[in-house]
């Protein structure tokens, strides 16, 4: 049984910062390229970043480029994401999620909460 569980989310003022964790079990994370997304009530869920199963190959949204880095621990099974200059924007639940090499994401973790006040 596949499972993603996302931690470190949390109510943070504007200007600081949060670091993500997912921990994956259930199937063969280095072979998995994993991925952050968002959804903050009332819009749909967004694409924030993502990172290969090698651990190169990173891709963020232009709206969190040069805030937020992704990184993994292969052997953790854990994938991060780092947020810092965070925005009242931000706020969202955050959710990882696994898909094997290039195919679609097929895993999805139960969210974490990111509040951010002004």
């Known amino acids: 049984q596949v499972r993603l569980v996302e931690s470190g989310g949390g109510l943070v003022q504007a200007g600081g910062s949060l670091r993500l964790a997912c921990a994956a079990s259930?199937?063969?994370?280095?072979?998995?390229?994993m991925g952050w997304f968002r959804q903050a009530p009332g819009k749909e869920r967004e694409f924030v970043a993502r990172?290969?199963?090698?651990?190169?190959?990173?891709l963020y949204a232009d709206s969190v480029k040069g805030r937020f880095t992704i990184s993994r621990d292969n052997a953790k099974n854990t994938v991060y994401l780092q947020m810092n200059s965070l925005k009242p924007e931000d706020t969202a639940v955050y959710y990882c999620?696994?898909?094997?090499?290039?195919?679609?994401?097929?895993?999805w973790g139960q969210g974490t909460q990111v509040t951010v006040s002004s």
């Open positions: 259930g199937l063969t994370f280095s072979d998995q390229r």
């Open positions: 999620a696994a898909a094997w090499r290039i195919r679609d994401y097929a895993y």
């Open positions: 990172i290969n199963w090698s651990g190169g190959g990173t």
